[in-house]
Each structure stands twice: as structure tokens, then as C-alpha cells.
């Protein structure tokens, strides 16, 4: 933030800031939180699948919110990384939540398994996301992109 802390905001950045810029606090929030409930001392897998299968399905429906986000915001031109990392990535994870949920009823070893690499996935996306962030603010924006170029 303090990158772009003298930067007027106007309603195409705070467009933006919701589409690429919200989503990786979110995402690091949900893998701290998914981390909690699966360190916690349950005496059975039965509350933690429900927990992380409602955070499956509500990270999928914030997915989807994010890519209509990343379509209507006008201040950049997403670039098949920013689909796959914003988008596609943590779609990924979040099904997986949800599916890993559903399959701990009859595998429960294995569904752990997925809801690892669910929460992993989303710590890498999120670093990811957040170093492309800075680096986008610190060698293109702080300098100026030719005029008419959008790209990274």
C-alpha cells in the first residue's frame, strides 16, 4: 500500500484494486483460517469437511465474482497469466475444497490430501499474486507505461 499510497484513486484503480488486489488478502486469509480449523483438536473429520466445504463453495462463488470483477474493471488488460493466477488457480483450489469435502466421507486420508494442496495452491497464488503486484507498481506504474500500452 505505501507503493501507491500517493496515488489519487479514482473508480478505475478501486475497480481494479477489487479484482486483482482484494482476492490475495482473501486468499491468504482462507488458508490461515483453513489452517486453524485443521489444527484444532476435533474428535471426528465430520465438522472440519463441513467447515472446509463451505469454504470450497464460498471460495467458488468469490472466484467467479473476482472474473467478472477482472472482466469489468477498465484500468487493465488481463494477460493469460492474470487469468491464471486470479482466476483459474484458486478456482482450482476452491473445487478441490469442496470436492475434498465430499469425499471424506468414504476416503478420508485422501480428502485431507486434496484439502492440503487446496490450501497450498492458494498460499502459492496468493505470493505470487502479491509479488506481481509490487513488481507491476514498482517498474510500471511508479515509471509510467508508454502511452496506449496496458500490458506487464
Known amino acids: 500500500m505505501s507503493l501507491i499510497s500517493e496515488r489519487q484513486v479514482t473508480a478505475n484503480t478501486a475497480a481494479a484494486g477489487s479484482a486483482f488486489a482484494t482476492p490475495t488478502i482473501v486468499h491468504f486469509g482462507g488458508v490461515l483460517a483453513l489452517s486453524a480449523i485443521l489444527s484444532a483438536p476435533w474428535n471426528g473429520i465430520v465438522?472440519?469437511?463441513?467447515?472446509?466445504?463451505?469454504?470450497?463453495?464460498?471460495?467458488?462463488?468469490?472466484?467467479?465474482?473476482?472474473?467478472?470483477?477482472?472482466?469489468?474493471?477498465?484500468?487493465?488488460?488481463?494477460?493469460f497469466e492474470d487469468w491464471l493466477f486470479h482466476a483459474?488457480?484458486?478456482?482450482?483450489?476452491?473445487?478441490?475444497?469442496?470436492?475434498?469435502?465430499?469425499?471424506?466421507?468414504?476416503?478420508?486420508r485422501e480428502a485431507l490430501f486434496g484439502v492440503g494442496a487446496a490450501v497450498l495452491l492458494l498460499l502459492f497464488v496468493g505470493i505470487h499474486n502479491a509479488w506481481d503486484a509490487v513488481t507491476y507498481h514498482v517498474y510500471v506504474r511508479k515509471k509510467g507505461p508508454p502511452a496506449g500500452d496496458q500490458t506487464r
Open 47 to 79: 465438522a472440519p469437511a463441513v467447515l472446509y466445504g463451505l469454504a470450497g463453495l464460498s471460495g467458488v462463488v468469490y472466484a467467479i465474482i473476482v472474473i467478472c470483477r477482472m472482466r469489468a474493471q477498465p484500468a487493465y488488460k488481463p494477460v
Open 88 to 108: 483459474l488457480l484458486p478456482m482450482a483450489a476452491y473445487v478441490t475444497l469442496a470436492v475434498s469435502a465430499i469425499a471424506t466421507g468414504p476416503n478420508p
